[in-house]
Nanobody, 127 residues
Framework: QVQLVESGGGLVQTGGSRKLSCVAS????????MGWFRQAPGKEREFVAF????????AYADSVKGRFTISRDNAKNTVWLQMESLKPEDTAVYYC????????????????????WGQGTQVTVSS
């Protein structure tokens, strides 16, 4: 069992930056691929980024590529999402998720692949 707690959300102006954190409980954090997803009001939850176990393999949604960076520190049981050049369309509840399975990379972009989820943190980008 893994518990995930996100933090770092808030209100930010267009063009601003924000760094989200997700801290995991347990001793096996390095055994999980970690993902960030987001859900805007009235929309489906969508993939943002994932990072594999050792941190050497990452992927991003096209909408955030070049602006967001996912990273992790297995010694701290933490994954981060650094968000730059924020836009109003980035407004959403951001969730981190953990997947214990080995999969082809494509499947880490699908929310149904993940076993554990945090409660989410709201990011609002004002125009």
């Amino acid at each position: 069992q893994v518990q995930l707690v996100e933090s770092g959300g808030g209100l930010v102006q267009t063009g601003g930056s924000r760094k989200l954190s997700c801290v995991a409980s347990g001793r096996t954090f390095s055994s999980y691929t970690m993902g960030w997803f987001r859900q805007a009001p009235g929309k489906e939850r969508e993939f943002v980024a994932f990072i594999k176990r050792s941190g050497d393999d990452t992927a991003y949604a096209d909408s955030v590529k070049g602006r967001f960076t996912i990273s992790r520190d297995n010694a701290k049981n933490t994954v981060w999402l650094q968000m730059e050049s924020l836009k109003p369309e980035d407004t959403a509840v951001y969730y981190c998720a953990a997947d214990r399975n080995y999969r082809a990379s494509y499947f880490y972009t699908i929310d149904a692949s993940y076993d554990y989820w945090g409660q989410g943190t709201q990011v609002t980008v004002s125009s």
